[in-house]
């Protein structure tokens, strides 16, 4: 029969969706497992390891795989996790922050340059584009959590330096040192967040010269086993990533 198969296309679709849900728990079982390693086991005493294991009940990722991660780490397992930071830029002269955690430093800076230079970006000295951005905590609450209004307040009561509400929910920002301070404060007035941890929030934004080459090098930066996070100073919203990365 001439044409595609509406099956596959949908099975395309899932095995993608899979891939990258799979994708997730591992980066966020790797954050559990560091964040253990640096301090003590128990997330009571560990601000740092308390958030990432919030982070991964929030993505539903099961008790079983976050009680590995940190057995991992007291297992001494967790030894040559190095956590690294490259810069770049994407076509068009977009600023890229990428952030590796990783247990080969060689094969992760080989792995970084070459996707870059695959789709026509450039990789940069340490501090090449990093001056361009703040390092902030950042908080996430659904829409269901509250109204602007209540949860601006608790956000002012917790000592957030800015909240910004729209249809999708309430990013909250901290300075960095008060993250795990503000998420506590937060938690007790609103309930857990759908995430927390520390972004890079470019100080000013331009629109992407070239959306569709951008898209594509974070997609294929994100694809990367190594790859934690990538961050952009490019005006380019998630609705236009999904289009253009469909």
Do not use: C
């Given at each position: 029969?001439?044409g595609h198969s509406k099956f596959k296309n949908i099975q395309f679709r899932k095995d993608r969706q899979d891939k990258l849900r799979s994708k997730v728990f591992s980066k966020l079982s790797r954050d ?206 998630e609705d236009q990533m999904a289009s253009l990365s469909t």
């Amino acid at each position: 029969m001439a044409g595609h198969s509406k099956f596959k296309n949908i099975q395309f679709r899932k095995d993608r969706q899979d891939k990258l849900r799979s994708k997730v728990f591992s980066k966020l079982s790797r954050d559990i497992t560091l964040a253990a390693k640096q301090g003590l086991p128990d997330p009571a005493a560990n601000a740092r390891l308390r958030l990432a294991i919030a982070n991964a009940k929030a993505e539903s990722v099961p008790k079983d795989n976050i009680d590995r991660a940190i057995k991992k780490a007291q297992g001494g397992d967790a030894d040559t996790y190095e956590e690294i930071r490259y810069e770049g830029f994407a076509p068009g002269g977009a600023a890229l922050i990428v952030e590796v955690l990783t247990d080969n430093r060689n094969r992760a800076a080989a792995n970084v340059r070459t996707i870059f230079g695959k789709n026509g970006g450039a990789m940069g000295e340490g501090g090449s584009v990093a001056f361009m951005f703040d390092r902030v905590g950042r908080i996430f609450y659904p829409v269901a959590a509250g109204s602007e209004e209540v949860v601006l307040e608790a956000a002012i009561e917790a000592g957030a330096r800015d909240v910004e509400s729209d249809g999708e929910g309430h990013e909250i920002l901290t300075d960095f040192e008060e993250l795990a301070a503000v998420a506590e404060a937060l938690e007790a007035a609103l309930g857990p967040a759908k995430s927390t941890g520390v972004i890079w929030k470019a100080r000013d934004t331009a629109p992407a010269a070239d959306p569709a080459a951008l898209v594509r090098l974070i997609d294929a930066l994100e694809d990367e086993d190594d790859v934690q996070n990538v961050w952009t100073n490019a005006d380019i919203d998630e609705d236009q990533m999904a289009s253009l990365s469909t």
